[in-house]
């Protein structure tokens, strides 16, 4: 059931993006090539056909989705992060000395006669 939704999720997103650059917009995008048809879609062109075609399509890819992500999730009862396995690290202890550190002592200057 999920290889059928995942393999229309492909198809959803590749005609649901071919509708949107098909739509008309400031710089004309792919719709230059569906200037001969307009005549088919009534007075005013694709726009109002378009713009109600990319809405059902969004919303079948939405709902796909949707239904999609709640197979998936019946098919595979297990999360991939719960089977990770966490070790907690071994930070070794250095031992507490008692003696506190002496600094060194200056260099003295050599003895002249």
């Known amino acids: 059931m999920t290889g059928t939704l995942l393999v229309l999720q492909f198809i959803l997103a590749a005609v649901l993006t071919i509708a949107i650059l ?10 230059a090539y569906s200037g001969s048809n307009e005549s ?11 713009a109600k075609f990319t809405f059902v399509i969004g919303f079948v ?17 297990v ?8 070790e907690k690290p071994i930070i070794p ?3 507490a000395t008692a003696q506190t550190p002496v600094a060194p002592k200056a260099p003295s200057a050599p003895k002249t006669k």
């Open 61 to 77: 890819f939405l709902i796909n989705t949707l239904a999609l992500g709640y197979f998936y999730n019946q098919e595979k009862k």
């Open 22 to 31: 098909l739509q008309k917009s400031s710089s004309i995008g792919l719709g």
């Open 79 to 86: 999360s991939i992060a719960e089977t990770i396995k966490v």
């Open 93 to 95: 202890v250095k031992p």
């Open 40 to 50: 088919l879609f009534g007075a005013k062109g694709p726009a109002g056909f378009m």
